[in-house]
């Protein structure tokens, strides 16, 4: 006998629910640079419509804004072959992406289609890519640790389950690799990694070599890179989101990663330049200001699940006071600053410890590693502000006995917090060796 089928249904209902039984229709009239112009369809901002270019693909296109009675929108696609007239028709469910549990391991695009060669996806659900962050009052509060794996992190920065931070730094520093180790050593159940602005070359590298079979695993990476057009590449990052937060309802601690904010906030700036946004800070348009919480917001802890969330950021020139930067600090729960000058000297991971802050390590850390942590940017601070005395040599041995137990202590710190990639180390290791410094002779050893 053939059981009933009525329970399969509810697969179904979301999709069902997309369907629009009119299609709404316009024509092409202008054709400008990144924007093009119709009249018609009947969409709102942020819809995507499709341009039915004759004997070619169609070529998707997102609306940004209106103008004169006319709809003006940005492609997703590559745009040759456009003529004045064609048919442009709104698109509807494409503002929502297919998720499962089979995304694991895949690498989509910004339609969050499968790039790798594999089979499709098998769709448990379709999210809405543009939610709303959830509101204060359904937040649970944030009281466990995540651990990555990098002691510098976990024993001075530590993070919680939940919890945004955000990872600064220019070119050259070693922000890839972190984040590779980050996704490999973690404890956390899912990795979603949005690849946001890559040049082609660096997307596969990071994948084989940073990521690994091991990481690749359990993490789900969507990837724009720099030559597809500024609507996809911010729709990679909001695509990203979707699929953390299928994760996240199914009761998973999901790590969240964009690489990077910066490229995310100049591809907007585009989007805002061509729809006549005037330019605000550097150039950057005010809807750049206005996306970067509606994305970040989406991270947090909740009820059945937590999307903790490493947020990289490019600082132009190292000036960690540019609008993006500043913008992203101020609305982030902490920030690790990577150092040129340590990268240089051949120090990884390159974090600046001084300069770095979780807002809720306080939380999260237990008492006695608070404490070590305390003493031991003591010792770090007190060896940096005598580094010049040092290294021209008018510093006596004697002279300070702080000093003098900062300097015995100096090589087994800078070692500490020295890590080859690919290294793991557990929290209770890390908070061991971190007792064993403040033991060891420094400043530390004043207080107790």
């Given at each position: 006998m053939t059981a009933p089928c009525w329970f399969n249904l509810a697969r179904y209902e979301s999709v069902v629910a997309a369907v629009e039984p009119m299609r709404r229709f316009g024509q092409v009239t202008k054709v400008a640079g990144l924007l093009v112009e119709s009249s018609g369809p009947a969409a709102g901002l942020g819809e995507f419509c499709e341009i039915l270019r004759p004997g070619?693909?169609?070529?998707?296109?997102?609306?940004?804004?209106?103008?004169?009675?006319?709809?003006?929108?940005?492609?997703?696609?590559?745009?040759?072959?456009?003529?004045?007239?064609?048919?442009?028709?709104?698109r509807p469910g494409e503002a929502r992406v297919a998720v499962g549990e089979s995304l694991l391991?895949?690498?989509?695009?910004?339609?969050?289609?499968?790039?790798?060669?594999?089979?499709?996806?098998?769709?448990?659900?379709?999210?809405?890519?543009?939610?709303?962050?959830?509101?204060?009052?359904?937040?649970?509060?944030?009281r466990e640790a995540l651990t990555t794996g990098v002691r510098a992190i976990d024993g001075f920065l530590t993070c919680g389950r939940g919890q945004r931070v955000g990872i600064f730094g220019g070119s050259g520093v070693g922000k890839s690799t972190l984040l590779g180790s980050l996704i490999k050593n973690n404890d956390a159940d899912v990795c979603v990694l949005a690849l946001v602005g890559?040049?082609?070359?660096?997307?596969?590298?990071?994948?084989e070599h940073e990521l690994g079979p091991e990481g690749l695993r359990k993490s789900v990476i969507v990837v724009a890179t720099s030559d597809r057009p500024s609507p996809l590449r911010v729709r990679a990052c909001f695509v990203a989101l979707a699929v953390a937060e299928?994760?996240?309802?199914?009761?998973?601690?999901?790590?969240?990663?964009a690489d990077s904010v910066t490229r995310l906030a100049m591809a907007q700036r585009e989007i805002?330049?061509?729809?006549?946004?005037?330019?605000?800070?550097?150039?950057?348009?005010?809807?750049?200001?206005?996306?970067?919480?509606?994305?970040?917001?989406?991270?947090?802890?909740?009820a059945r699940g937590s999307i903790t969330g490493?947020?990289?950021v490019l600082v132009e020139g190292d000036d960690m006071n540019e609008p993006i930067a500043d913008a992203v600090r101020g609305i982030l729960d902490g920030h690790i600053v990577l150092s040129r000058s340590l990268g240089q000297a051949g120090h990884y991971?390159?974090?600046?410890?001084?300069?770095?802050?979780s807002r809720l390590a306080s939380r999260v850390a237990g008492q006695e590693q608070r404490e070590?942590?305390?003493?031991?940017?003591?010792?770090?601070?007190?060896?940096?502000?005598?580094?010049?005395?040092?290294?021209?040599?008018?510093?006596t041995s004697g002279s300070n006995s702080r000093l003098d137990d900062a300097l015995r202590v100096e090589d087994h710190l800078k070692s500490f917090l020295r890590q080859r990639p690919g290294e793991s180390c557990t929290l209770p290791e890390t908070a061991g060796r971190m007792a064993q410094l403040c033991g060891a002779g420094s400043p530390a050893r004043r207080g107790e």
């Open positions: 070619g693909e169609p070529v998707r296109t997102q609306v940004i804004g209106f103008r004169d009675g006319g709809v003006l929108s940005m492609p997703l696609e590559e745009t040759s072959g456009l003529q004045l007239g064609d048919t442009i028709v709104t391991g895949r690498v989509l695009d910004g339609f969050g289609r499968p790039m790798d060669g594999g089979p499709p996806i098998e769709a448990a659900a379709r999210y809405d890519i543009y939610a709303t962050p959830p509101g204060p009052l359904e937040r649970e509060p944030i890559e040049r082609n070359r660096e997307v596969r590298d990071f994948i299928y994760f996240r309802d199914q009761g998973k601690d999901v790590l969240l990663v805002g330049l061509a729809a006549g946004e005037p330019p605000s800070q550097k150039g950057y348009t005010p809807s750049v200001f206005q996306m970067l919480p509606r994305i970040f917001e989406r991270a947090g802890r909740f490493f947020f990289t991971p390159a974090i600046d410890i001084l300069q770095s802050v070590y942590a305390n003493r031991l940017r003591e010792t770090l601070a007190l060896l940096q502000s005598s580094e010049d005395l040092i290294r021209i040599g008018a510093y």
